[in-house]
């Protein structure tokens, strides 16, 4: 059954530490996306990688970094440097990142500061 | 700058009617456009999508209309379910190399058995 799996689905930050988001997806798909979702806001694009080894920052990239060195393996680090992390984070792929290619969620990491 | 928006942010429908949800787009360079349905305390969903060389889109129970002129996209539902209850946003594609996407905020429907 092919899908994108994201864990933990509950993650707890303390002050000044680093914690990070997995993201997998078996779709065989290039490109990858992290998004974070606010009450009331849009999706907003936090990093996306067209293809294996290659990533971009995306709208507010400030206080996350990503690796791609698997095709299937898209992790987000929240760094201490995120003051506002609590949030839910989504990740989803596409076949390609070009236009007409919808992309697949999966089903998200709720964050949130102890 | 030029965003992807909602006219309403709740609905409310009687079971087995239909549903009509609506956004509206700023930017005309915007050619591919999508909707997706997210239950609560999960990702979204794929629902359908449509190319701007098109004004109608069906898929089963649904129905995408695009109207260019006005910058409009609606999404129909027929005979409303329970199970569609949920969070729907539009999402535009800017043409280019890289898919930019723009999320809406989203309308949330409230089924009514």
């Known amino acids: 059954d092919g899908g994108i799996t994201q864990s933990p689905k509950y993650l707890f930050r303390k002050e000044g530490q680093n914690v990070t988001l997995s993201c997998e997806q078996n779709?065989?798909?290039?490109?990858m996306y992290w998004y974070r979702q606010d009450p009331g806001q849009g999706l907003r694009l936090i990093y996306y990688?067209?293809?294996?080894?290659?990533?971009q920052k995306g709208d507010i990239a400030e206080g996350y970094s990503v690796s791609r060195e698997k095709k299937e393996s898209f992790p987000l680090t929240v760094t201490s440097a995120q003051k506002n992390p609590t949030a839910f984070y989504l990740c989803?792929?596409?076949?390609?990142?070009?236009?007409?290619?919808?992309?697949?969620f999966g089903d998200g990491t709720r964050l949130s500061i102890l | 700058g030029e965003s992807v928006g909602l006219h309403l942010p709740t609905l409310s429908v009687q079971e087995g009617d239909n549903s009509i949800i609506n956004c509206a787009y700023s930017?005309?360079?915007?050619?591919?456009f999508i909707w997706y349905k997210q239950e609560s305390g999960k990702g979204p969903q794929f629902i359908i999508d449509?190319?701007?060389?098109?004004d109608k889109r069906q898929g089963q129970r649904v129905t995408v209309l695009l109207n260019k002129t006005v910058k409009h996209l609606s999404l129909q539902i027929a005979a409303t379910q329970p199970g569609d209850s949920a969070v729907y946003f539009c999402?535009?594609?800017?043409?280019?190399?890289?898919?930019?996407?723009?999320f809406g905020i989203g309308t949330k429907l409230q089924v009514i058995p």
């Open positions: 779709l065989n798909h290039d490109a």
């Open positions: 990688s067209q293809i294996v080894n290659d990533f």
């Open positions: 930017n005309s360079a915007s050619d591919y």
């Open positions: 989803a792929s596409s076949i390609t990142a070009g236009v007409g290619q919808p992309q697949h």
């Open positions: 449509i190319r701007s060389n098109m």
């Open positions: 999402a535009e594609n800017i043409g280019g190399g890289y898919q930019k996407v723009t």
